[in-house]
C-alpha cells in the first residue's frame, strides 16, 4: 500500500490529494497536526512505501524539527514540502535537509499527485 502522510493544520492537502487519487485502491493518505506523532507513524511505515508532505504553514519550526529528526538513515523516505509563501533563504536549507520536491505559491493538487504517482512509479523508493 502506498501512503502519503501530510503534516498540516487543517485538512486541506490531504481532503485535495484524496480526491485526485480517489480511483487508486492502493494509495493511502494521512493527516497529522503533530510532527512528533506524525514521526512516530514514519518510523513504523515501510519507508519504501511512503511520500511525506509538510505544509510549512504549520511553522518553520515544526518543519525544521522534523527534518532534523529524519536525519537518520532508518528513517528514509521522500519529503515534498508546500509553502503558500515565498520561501526566500529557506529554500536552500530545505534542500539540504533532505527535501525532494518544494511546491511555492498556490496549492496544486493534480502537480502533487502526479510528483508521487511518478516517485512511485520510477523505483526512486528503496
Known amino acids: 500500500m502506498r501512503k502519503v502522510f501530510v503534516l498540516e493544520e487543517r485538512t486541506h492537502i490531504v481532503s485535495e490529494l484524496q480526491w485526485q487519487l ?11 497536526s503533530s510532527e512528533v506523532n506524525l514521526f512516530q507513524h514514519c518510523l513504523r511505515a515501510n519507508t519504501e512505501e511512503l511520500i511525506v508532505i509538510i505544509d ?9 524539527q522534523f527534518l532534523q529528526r529524519c536525519q537518520d538513515p532508518k528513517s528514509s523516505f521522500p519529503l515534498i514540502v508546500f509553502s503558500e509563501q ?41
Open 22 to 32: 480517489e480511483e487508486e485502491t492502493d494509495w493511502s493518505i494521512r493527516g497529522f
Open 56 to 64: 510549512l504553514s504549520i511553522g518553520k519550526q515544526v518543519c525544521l
Open 86 to 126: 515565498p520561501l526566500l533563504n529557506l529554500e536552500w536549507a530545505l534542500r539540504e535537509l533532505g527535501v525532494f520536491h518544494l511546491q511555492v505559491g498556490r496549492l496544486e493538487p493534480e502537480r502533487i499527485a502526479k510528483i508521487c504517482r511518478w516517485y512511485f512509479r520510477s523505483g526512486l523508493l528503496g
